[in-house]
């Protein structure tokens, strides 16, 4: 069976030349296009291509990012990034040796790319920091693929044995990321308030403390009252001057 | 030499004495002046290799200690100006001849060079040869500081003009556009070889403009004319997610401004308010003229997360350095974000186009 191809890229003529390149190749079958990162994600989930042509820059969710987002299908794709111009990005993929074109892409250098297209490494994957330093969104697992769920609306992060609940706007998800690198990653807008809990700043709407000493924090558009450990506490009253 | 490090631009222009370098200069002058002066008291009556020596042994004393006085006091000498600066080393040069050449005659006296009969080495009468001593050594002191001055000034001019190149060079068109155009194109002569024929030839019209010496004052209309040859390109990757909405009716087309400033503001504003939005977004163009000043206003939306980057900076940094030139004072760059917006000012006087006789 030939590979099918997802093409990624947020101006219409590229993606045009991309699929003209890889008609002419007649090695591969183009299933689909998407102009975002967050349409690239889906797109991947539904259609489960075998290789994604991905656009480094691109407004909202960039294609490393999206590329993170996609190495958590149950059948992540092999991802070949396409640039224009990024000196960063492109001293990344140098240090990671990961697939990349670089535009005007080269029929051969194409050909030879999806020859050797290959599924992105976890290790490879840490080392592609994405253009903004941290993700945008977080990305939950579904029966039907990937939810995005965009980091300003949500309340905070739960852990749970195996897994990480996220509270946000519109219900709850499970990721697998940890609460240690989630606090890594977003530390700035997030903070944690107890061994399992990483709350959001933005929706942190009060502290209380009961009669037995015992800290809470309330959330906006989240009922019940989350547990302080006497060890944040402390941090928690520092940092907010409470 | 002093090394490009102290970029200050009030630095002193002294060499630096403590280097080797400097050291072997200074003697060069030293026993240049001696064979000078030795010269110059010639009289056919022989003892000239003596005269000789003996003249460089005194003036290899005043060069070296004279070197070393000012490798000393080189940290508070290069704070001053340049004028006091002269001054003070001129002052503590001649004090310094003064001290050795006095040192010179009481040598001469002491009852070691008497018994030795060298005392016809030595100079007979203190004041007269003080007197010469610090004038001649005042003049060539002088001398050396001027030439000293004027090397590095010559020096910092050509330091001066690589730097405006390079930030002219760098404020150009980013590679980014280039090979994006390129891809862009490379699309088009597949699908639409008229369009892409077009976009040639706007790319080389733009390239041209850049690349143009004359970048000092054009009319407004070829100014425009660039800008809109730019849109033209980006209309092409872009397409609908960019609008740019101009509004210089008030301003006349023959007005004369900067060449070269409106591309690379329209450049800045798509690349960093433009590109990263999904829906894109509407980048407007304001110029006026009210009274004897012109105003050209550029805005773009920024998402939340855009900040000012190195690219940004650079153009507007070279902006700024051409408007200086151009108007001195009565130019003026501002920018900075206002709420959603990011909003570039520049304003310079108006001149009208000159009939050219």
């Known amino acids: ?242 | 030499m002093s090394s490009g490090s102290d970029g200050a631009d009030e630095s002193l222009y002294l060499p630096d004495f403590c280097t080797s370098r400097a050291a072997l200069a200074n003697v060069l002058i030293v026993e240049l002046t001696a064979l000078i002066l030795t010269l110059a008291r010639e009289n056919g009556g022989g003892g000239f290799w003596t005269d000789l020596s003996r003249t460089s042994l005194f003036l290899l004393w005043i060069g070296l200690a004279g070197a070393g006085l000012l490798c000393w006091m080189r940290a508070p000498l290069s704070r001053q100006q340049v004028g006091r600066g002269s001054a003070a080393v001129l002052l503590l040069i001649s004090a310094l001849i003064a001290v050795i050449s006095a040192g010179a005659f009481l040598v001469g006296r002491t009852s070691l060079v008497e018994d030795a009969g060298a005392t016809s080495l030595f100079p007979p009468d203190l004041p007269t040869f003080l007197i010469r001593n610090v004038s001649i050594g005042f003049v060539v002191t002088a001398l050396a500081l001027r030439y000293f001055y004027v090397t590095h000034e010559w020096r910092r001019n050509i330091e001066m003009e690589a730097t405006a190149r390079v930030h002219a060079l760098q404020a150009r068109i980013r590679p980014h556009f280039l090979f994006n155009s390129m891809n862009t194109i490379a699309s088009l002569t597949r699908s639409n070889p008229a369009v892409a024929e077009q976009a040639v030839q706007d790319l080389a019209d733009l390239f041209r403009a850049n690349l143009s010496d004359k970048r000092d004052t054009i009319t407004f209309e070829e100014e425009y004319e660039v800008a809109r040859t730019y849109q033209r390109i980006e209309e092409l990757r872009l397409g609908t997610r960019l609008h740019v909405d101009w509004k210089i009716d008030s301003l006349p087309r023959k007005a004369l401004v900067p060449g070269l400033m409106l591309q690379p503001l329209l450049e800045n504003a798509i690349y960093h308010g433009i590109e990263p939005q999904p829906g894109g977004g509407t980048v407007t163009v304001t110029g006026e003229l009210a009274g004897s000043l012109i105003t050209i206003v550029v805005r773009n939306p920024v998402g939340d997360y855009e900040s000012e980057r190195e690219g940004n900076r650079l153009a507007l940094a070279n902006i700024r350095e051409r408007l200086g030139l151009l108007y001195g004072e009565r130019g003026l760059v501002k920018s900075g974000r206002f709420g959603n917006e990011f909003i570039v000012t520049l304003r310079f006087p108006h001149v009208e186009k000159l009939n050219e006789a």
Do not use: W
Request: net charge neutral; hydrophobic share 45%; glycine share 4%.
């Open chain 1, 1 to 242: 069976m030939r590979p099918r191809v997802l093409i990624v890229d947020d101006e219409a003529p590229a993606r045009e030349r991309l699929r003209s390149l890889l008609v002419e190749l007649d090695q591969v079958d183009v299933i689909g296009e998407a102009m975002t990162g967050e349409q690239a994600i889906q797109r991947a989930a539904e259609l489960v291509p075998d290789v994604v042509l991905l656009d480094v820059r691109m407004p909202g969710i960039d294609g490393i990012e999206a590329a993170r987002h996609m190495n958590m299908l149950e059948q992540p794709p092999a991802v070949i990034f396409t640039t224009a111009f990024d000196e960063y990005a492109m001293k990344a993929f140098d240090a990671q040796a990961v697939g990349y074109l670089l535009k005007p892409i080269r029929k051969e250098k194409l050909a030879a790319a999806l020859a050797h297209a290959q599924r992105l490494t976890r290790p490879q994957l840490q080392k592609l920091t994405p253009q903004t330093e941290a993700r945008s969104h977080v990305a939950a697992k579904h029966r039907d693929g990937l939810r995005l769920i965009p980091l300003d609306e949500i309340l905070f992060f739960f852990a749970e044995q195996k897994y990480t609940t996220v509270r946000h706007l519109k219900g709850e998800d499970l990721i697998e990321d940890s609460l240690r690198a989630l606090e890594d990653e977003f530390g700035s807008a997030f903070v944690r308030i107890h061994r399992n809990a990483l709350i959001s700043v933005r929706y942190l709407e009060r502290i209380e403390r009961n009669g037995d000493g015992q800290y809470f924090v309330r959330l906006r558009g989240c009922e019940a009252p989350l547990q302080v450990s006497r060890r944040m506490a402390s941090e928690l009253r520092e940092r907010f001057r409470i």
